[in-house]
């Protein structure tokens, strides 16, 4: 009897700590937000002036990014509203100046790696659109009838060094030409700062070909 009294209380123990650790949870959340919300009805504001869309990462965003969210609301309250203004009209700015692909050879950069085996070798395809910034796809490529062809899109990303860059959320391919080539068709938000993002989805298309040269 007293054995089952006792896993009682303790059960009744173990689930008012994890009531007061959600309950807790959500009241910090709550402060979090009202400290944060005079910043977002000025990102509203700049919103509806610039015609963007503009937002704060969310908490699952901040999770993924290895972040939280006490480090965001330290990042802005530690500037008044009015640097705040100045610091997203920046950030537009820079992402306005780098909105733009150049699709030719100077923006592709193809890395081959170790063969798989006497026909078969992996490549990465890279799209640039910064010095560092790139989007890439690693495939399998095979040498047959006088050229390089397309076997498998074996993985895609995305590489950055600096803001603003694209995360990819879609991506699609299309072989072509007896697979000598490839259509793909990256879909991505825009990182402007580190917690600040572009809703706006970019779609972005580029075609590759197996047997670009290496660089």
Not at 97 to 111: D, G, L, P, T
Not at 152 to 169: D, E, Q
Not at 189 to 207: A, N, R, S
């Amino acid at each position: 009897m007293n054995k089952k009294l006792t896993l009682i209380l303790l059960l009744v123990v173990v689930f008012v700590a994890l009531l007061h650790g959600k309950q807790s949870y959500v009241k910090a959340t709550s402060d979090y937000h009202q400290k944060l919300q005079p910043y977002v009805n000025v990102l509203n504001q700049l919103n509806e002036q610039l015609g963007t869309n503009y937002a704060f990462l969310t908490e699952e965003q901040l999770l993924s990014a290895n972040k939280d969210l006490d480090e965001m609301v330290s990042y802005y309250t530690a500037m008044d509203l009015s640097e705040f203004m100045t610091y997203i009209l920046n950030a537009h700015k820079s992402t306005t100046e780098n909105n733009n692909f150049m699709y030719n050879e100077a923006n592709r950069v193809i890395v081959s790696t170790s063969p798989i085996n006497l026909r078969a070798y992996t490549k990465e395809h890279r799209l640039y659109y910064s010095l560092y910034n790139y989007l890439f796809i690693s495939s399998t490529v095979f040498y047959a009838d006088g050229a390089e062809r397309y076997s498998s899109i074996n993985n895609y990303g995305y590489a950055w060094v600096n803001y603003p860059y694209y995360y990819i959320y879609d991506f699609s391919h299309q072989f072509k030409d007896g697979n000598t080539k490839v259509d793909c068709v990256f879909k991505c938000f825009k990182h402007l700062d580190e917690y600040l993002i572009d809703l706006v989805v970019y779609t972005i298309p580029v075609e590759f070909s197996a047997g670009d040269p290496s660089y």
